[in-house]
């Protein structure tokens, strides 16, 4: 994922953390809600923080 945020949050942390959890020991559902929750998080976080657009050229 391009653009990822460079300070994580407790929250984005733990579920992080779940997921490898979920890959070390091969459990898919641990690994999938982990998965869903980092989605969660980052998708409340592009919302708030928009990225700015390109901007327009004042040139004629």
């Not at 949050?9 to 091969?26: M, N, T, Y």
């Not at 869903?36 to 390109?54: C, F, L, R, W």
Request: aromatic share 2%; charged share 30%.
């Amino acid at each position: 994922m391009a653009g990822r945020r460079k300070v994580l949050s407790p929250d984005h942390i733990r579920a992080l953390i779940k997921e490898a959890i979920g890959i070390i020991e091969g459990d898919r559902a641990i690994q999938a809600e982990a998965a869903a929750e980092i989605a969660a998080i980052e998708a409340a976080y592009a919302s708030s923080n928009p990225e700015p657009g390109p901007k327009r050229s004042t040139r004629s």
